[in-house]
């Protein structure tokens, strides 16, 4: 079925280090793949999207391209903030549009 | 303003009580999804609605049941068959044809 792996965290960085969280996929045919923040306490709220093969989503600094041929979705962000903190949960959206399917998220800390 | 809204935000009970648990969205989205999170685990679909009066089960639907009998309420009740229900609750719903789902603050239910 399909499935989204993304890396374990935590993830420790100190304020405007480089931002790196791996996100895989597996899935048949063409689903839609998305970056989701949660702050502690509180329900989801969506970072970026995209809807095909080499899209680049992008929103507050962050970004991560669909990549078909390695099935990828990593998020980036060049210089994070302490604000940042929270954990962040890669999804896919199935080709069928019946099911959203999440990742185990990784949470990450910035220290000023 | 529009928006998901979860009530209530906190919750406890008793074992061996049923539970129910509101979620209200005036976005006049379609689809609702019910989701349980566990630290380390993600989000894991309990119940799905894509239209008033029909819902399907999710990956761990054992436990709990739902109704549907307005679009713009999924209630969920947790019942005493489920066997572990300590947890956070996540409602989200989202539109018809729409990829992205959209999600409430949450309730963090708990059973002693």
């Known amino acids: 079925g399909d499935s989204v792996t993304q890396m374990e965290g935590p993830v420790t960085l100190s304020e405007e280090a480089f931002l790196t969280i791996n996100c895989t996929y597996t899935?048949?045919?063409?689903?839609?793949l998305f970056w989701y923040v949660q702050y502690p306490g509180e329900g989801l709220q969506l970072l970026l999207k995209?809807?095909?093969?080499?899209d680049k989503g992008s929103n507050k600094g962050f970004e991560a391209t669909y990549r078909k041929e390695t099935t990828s979705f990593h998020l980036e962000k060049g210089s994070v903030q302490v604000s940042d903190s929270a954990v962040y949960f890669c999804?896919?959206?199935?080709?069928?549009?019946?099911?959203?399917?999440f990742g185990k998220g990784t949470t990450l800390s910035v220290s000023s | 303003d529009g928006g998901i809204t979860q009530s209530p935000k906190y919750l406890f009970r008793k074992e061996g009580q049923n539970v129910t648990l509101s979620c209200e969205q005036n976005l006049n989205h379609d689809a609702m999804y019910w989701y349980r999170q566990d630290p380390g685990q993600g989000l894991r679909l309990i119940y799905y609605s894509q239209i008033v009066n029909d819902f399907q089960k999710g990956d761990i639907a054992e436990g709990y049941s739902v109704s549907r009998e307005k679009k713009e309420s999924f209630p969920l009740t947790v019942t005493s068959a489920q066997k572990n229900p300590t947890a956070f609750y996540l409602c989200?719903?989202?539109?018809?044809?729409?990829?992205?789902?959209?999600f409430g603050q949450g309730t963090r239910l708990t059973v002693v």
């Open positions: 989200a719903s989202s539109a018809r044809g729409g990829i992205e789902a959209f």
């Open positions: 999804a896919l959206r199935n080709q069928a549009g019946t099911a959203l399917i």
């Open positions: 899935a048949t045919g063409y689903p839609s």
């Open positions: 995209a809807t095909k093969a080499d």
